[in-house]
């Protein structure tokens, strides 16, 4: 048997890295999905056989990694002051809360 190694042929931006020997890959950045431009990343994993032989092979696959939103993030509600009547009907719409979520999903 030939030891196999691994290399990473092509991939967008450099957020991966595959280690050449056991062929894990691994993030070289904290993959927010509030702080990427994408939630998809692809890249090109190439594994050699080594044999010392002029008959060394290799074959290549494409790895894609996918961002999974996680609720991180604390629905945001702004300050508001609403003013009514004192004469106000019961049951008079006098105002409307409106929270911001900055979590993708």
Known sequence: ?????????TSQYSVLAVDPISGVVTTLVALDAEEVDQLVFNATVLAKDND???NSLNS????????RDVNDNRPVVPTLVFVVNETTPVDS??????ATDADVS
């Open 52 to 54: 010392p032989s002029p």
């Open 93 to 98: 719409v006098i105002g409307v809360v409106k």
């Open 60 to 67: 290549s696959a494409t790895v894609s990694i996918q961002i």
């Open 1 to 9: 048997a030939t030891d196999i190694t691994y290399q990473l042929v």
